[in-house]
């Protein structure tokens, strides 16, 4: 079964969409806080992979795996797709 979450900035309580079972379903109970960390940090380990030099690419990536993972981890436990709108 696939499942995508979208983060965005629509939404009244913060919290997500999961596309499961054919149907978009919102679930929320994630912070204001914790979900612009989150797609913070995504803008910004999307945006180096623009970088030319590997090794800092690889390090900002490596940082922002240790600063927003545990978040991610706790929404998106298993194989779903992360999509940031």
């Known amino acids: ?34 979900i612009r960390e989150v797609q913070a940090g995504l803008a910004v380990l999307k945006a180096s992979t623009q970088l030319r030099t590997p090794e800092l690419a690889q390090s900002v990536a490596e940082l922002i795996t240790k600063a927003i993972g545990p978040e991610l981890a706790e929404h998106a436990a298993g194989g779903q797709t992360v999509i940031i709108a």
């Open 1 to 34: 079964m696939i499942e995508y979450i979208v983060l965005s900035n629509f939404g009244s309580d913060a919290g997500y969409w999961v596309f499961r079972d054919g149907q978009w379903q919102h679930v929320g109970g994630w912070g204001v806080d914790s």
